[in-house]
């Protein structure tokens, strides 16, 4: 993990029940068009019985961040997401993070994919929506559910060249940060990345050789190539945390892509290696926390750490927290960044 010379230094949250993301039984039904060239219209219709109060950060609703609202497809294959994966908070919300959908309402957003995919080959695509949403109840700003969205896909004949040019200037984005990472930013971020060693190293020799119930609770098997998929993980970040000279990640201060929406902690740009602290990394979250599984900036870096490409290149599933660690399936767990992060707050604190 290194400091970038010459620029600053520089990702919902899941229910106590028990949401398998894979299933599409949901009163969020969204509907894809294409408007103009990459940009692409969702229409999020909510058609259920009773107003559903969102959390709109990373979702469709959060129109400028640049992340994975959709999967986007070519003769078949997958195209490879060049956007960033957020951490969020998960108490302590505002109101200015949520937006309510009233039961039979329509809402509407629109974003552009050539930002965050590459479409520069041009011809036929498949844009697919995906990913879940959080919610609170009324009158409240603690998430107390997830749901995901319906599926939804809307074909589309892209201009590469002109596509080209949106991720070009998407992209140009970080030349425009002049400052450097100074005073407490430093010295806070430095001591993060100790702490992210030296939790990844205890949480891979847990993984590894300690309990397997504790391995089990977070990753739903114990089984051996589990430890090991793990534990690897696990180790690759205490090597990334290991510098903050070397290392296969740059890590900024300055919100050079506008992804520090309300509760974004951090970030991560897997394509280009990149790693962002928001503002509220610093002024929300202890360095450390003795809290099981509460968050701290330790356990962000650990976990926007996993989402780089050379470490896990783990997903968000639009999920945060231990209620959504456990709600999750198997497989997913094993690729999902938080439940690397507070499985390393668990074997810290001793949960």
Same mark, same amino acid.
């Given at each position: 993990?290194?400091?970038?010379?010459?620029?600053?230094?520089?990702?919902?949250?899941?229910?106590?029940?028990?949401?398998?993301?894979?299933?599409?039984?949901?009163?969020?039904?969204?509907? &894809?068009?294409?408007?103009?060239?990459?940009?692409?219209?969702?229409?999020?219709?909510?058609?259920?019985?009773?107003?559903?109060?969102?959390?709109?950060?990373?979702?469709?609703?959060?129109?400028?961040?640049?992340? =994975?609202?959709?999967?986007?497809?070519?003769?078949?294959?997958?195209?490879?997401?060049?956007?960033?994966?957020? +951490?969020?908070?998960?108490?302590?919300?505002?109101?200015?993070?949520?937006?309510?959908?009233?039961?039979?309402?329509?809402?509407?957003?629109?974003?552009?994919?050539?930002?965050?995919?590459?479409? %520069?080959?041009?011809?036929?695509?498949? /844009?697919? %929506?995906?990913?879940?949403?959080? @919610?609170?109840?009324?009158?409240?700003?603690?998430?107390?559910?997830?749901?995901?969205?319906?599926?939804?896909?809307?074909?589309?004949?892209?201009?590469?060249?002109?596509?080209?040019?949106?991720?070009? +200037?998407?992209?140009?984005?970080?030349?425009?940060?002049?400052?450097?990472?100074?005073?407490?930013?430093?010295?806070?971020?430095?001591?993060?990345?100790?702490?992210?060693?030296?939790?990844?190293?205890?949480?891979?020799?847990?993984?590894?050789?300690?309990?397997?119930?504790?391995?089990?609770?977070? @990753?739903?098997?114990?089984?051996?190539?589990? +430890?090991?998929?793990?534990?690897?993980?696990?180790?690759?970040?205490?090597?990334?945390?290991?510098?903050?000279?070397?290392?296969?990640?740059?890590?900024?201060? %300055?919100?050079?892509?506008?992804?520090?929406?309300?509760?974004?902690?951090?970030?991560?740009?897997?394509?280009?290696?990149?790693?962002?602290?928001?503002?509220?990394?610093?002024?929300?979250?202890?360095?450390?926390?003795?809290?099981?599984?509460?968050?701290?900036?330790?356990?962000?870096?650990?976990? =926007?750490?996993?989402?780089?490409?050379?470490?896990?290149?783990?997903?968000?599933?639009?999920?945060?927290?231990?209620?959504?660690? +456990?709600?999750?399936?198997?497989?997913?767990? &094993?690729?999902?960044?938080?439940?690397?992060?507070?499985?390393?707050?668990?074997?810290? /604190?001793?949960?």
């Amino acid at each position: 993990m290194k400091f970038t010379a010459g620029v600053s230094l520089f990702a919902a949250v899941a229910s106590a029940i028990s949401v398998d993301l894979t299933k599409r039984d949901t009163p969020l039904d969204v509907k &894809l068009e294409m408007v103009g060239n990459t940009a692409v219209k969702a229409s999020i219709t909510n058609t259920g019985a009773s107003d559903l109060k969102i959390f709109k950060t990373g979702t469709f609703l959060d129109e400028n961040a640049p992340t =994975e609202k959709v999967a986007v497809y070519q003769g078949g294959n997958k195209v490879q997401f060049d956007g960033v994966k957020l +951490r969020v908070m998960t108490t302590g919300l505002g109101e200015e993070a949520f937006q309510t959908i009233a039961a039979g309402e329509t809402v509407e957003a629109t974003f552009d994919v050539g930002q965050v995919y590459d479409l %520069s080959a041009g011809g036929n695509y498949d /844009v697919v %929506s995906l990913g879940a949403m959080s @919610f609170a109840e009324a009158n409240t700003t603690e998430i107390s559910g997830v749901v995901p969205v319906s599926g939804s896909t809307v074909s589309a004949q892209i201009d590469g060249a002109a596509a080209k040019e949106v991720r070009r +200037r998407f992209h140009a984005k970080r030349i425009d940060v002049q400052s450097d990472c100074t005073g407490t930013k430093l010295s806070q971020t430095n001591t993060a990345i100790s702490n992210c060693r030296a939790l990844a190293s205890a949480a891979a020799t847990a993984a590894s050789s300690g309990s397997a119930t504790k391995v089990t609770e977070y @990753f739903k098997s114990s089984t051996s190539s589990v +430890r090991s998929t793990v534990a690897s993980v696990f180790q690759r970040v205490a090597s990334e945390c290991g510098s903050t000279s070397s290392g296969v990640s740059d890590l900024y201060c %300055s919100d050079v892509y506008g992804a520090c929406s309300s509760g974004v902690l951090a970030y991560t740009l897997p394509s280009q290696s990149y790693m962002v602290n928001c503002n509220l990394y610093y002024t929300a979250l202890s360095p450390i926390t003795s809290t099981c599984h509460g968050q701290d900036q330790a356990t962000t870096t650990l976990h =926007e750490s996993t989402h780089l490409t050379q470490i896990k290149g783990t997903d968000d599933y639009g999920t945060y927290g231990y209620s959504g660690v +456990r709600g999750l399936s198997a497989s997913q767990n &094993l690729n999902h960044a938080d439940t690397y992060a507070l499985f390393a707050n668990a074997i810290y /604190v001793g949960c």
